[in-house]
């Protein structure tokens, strides 16, 4: 009720006011059942986007670090999270994958729509990074309808390493709006049924993680990149050249 209350009536009101997504291709997220979500990942802001655009509670795994923060803020900022649909879970990998995986078919079980980012985390550089195949298992595993997501813009309204949307800039001393219109494109619904029981199989993962990857990077228009998004960013965090290590063959990027 209380994530209800706060998306109809606060959330989505002020996210449509200040922002007003182009959302298209909704038709193609079912009114009921249970559907995977699966989206590229250019901003913080994504995980709001795309919540608001669908008339269903979308749920989204979120570091458990954004609903454990100390006093008043951090009830605030908890809080918040939930009322965009998000549940806290600890995504260090290993187990914590595991209880990721675990906790998406859970929600698809019940009916639910589970909304993931295959890259794992925020595209470095506007482009679109190699998918983990854990998005492939839990397709395969739930036999649910999968939807591709694409969010468009949003790394312009928020650059890597601002927690807030960055509404205004400054020309010659003036600070003016910045006028982008962000945008949520949903693509036709995928069916991996197929591949059903085949979930050890890693050339299979691998086969179908990249087709996921593939109607995302139609979908977004985005150049896409054979190296995992982690990766590329501890290459850049380095001061060296993604592009670089892909030309050289740099086995350990992909």
């Known amino acids: 009720m209380l994530y209800l209350f ?38 913080f802001c994504d995980s709001i986007f795309l919540p608001v655009s669908v008339p269903r509670q979308i749920v989204f795994p979120a570091k458990s670090e954004y609903f454990t923060g100390p006093g008043l803020k951090g009830k605030l900022v908890a809080t918040f999270f939930r009322s965009v649909g998000q549940i806290p879970i600890d995504r260090s990998g290993g187990r914590a994958s595991l209880a990721a995986l675990n906790t998406g078919l859970s ?39 999968v939807i591709p997501v694409a969010m468009i813009d949003t790394e312009k309204l928020q650059p890597a390493g601002r927690m807030r949307p960055n509404l205004f800039y400054r020309e010659k001393g003036k600070l003016l709006p910045r006028l982008v219109r962000p945008g949520v494109a949903f693509g036709k619904p995928m069916d991996f049924s197929r591949y059903e029981g085949m979930e050890r199989d890693r050339f299979v993962l691998r086969s ?12 977004s228009g985005q150049e896409y ?28 990027a992909s």
Do not use: C, Q, W
Request: net charge neutral.
């Open 6 to 43: 706060l998306r109809r009536f606060i959330v989505a009101p002020l996210i449509k006011l200040l922002f007003r997504p182009k959302v298209t291709g909704l038709e193609h997220v079912p009114t009921d059942g249970p559907a995977l979500l699966v989206s590229n990942h250019l901003a």
């Open 107 to 145: 929600i698809l079980e019940k009916g639910g729509l589970f909304g993931i980012y295959p890259e794992g985390t925020r595209s470095p550089d506007g482009r679109l990074y190699k998918g983990k195949t854990g998005v492939a298992r839990m397709a395969i595993v739930a036999g649910v309808p």
């Open 208 to 219: 179908v993680t990249d087709e996921i990857m593939y109607a995302l990077m139609e979908l």
């Open 225 to 252: 990149v054979d190296m995992y998004a982690d990766k590329a960013k501890e290459l850049i965090k380095a001061g060296e050249s993604v592009d670089e290590h892909l030309r050289l063959g740099d086995t350990k």
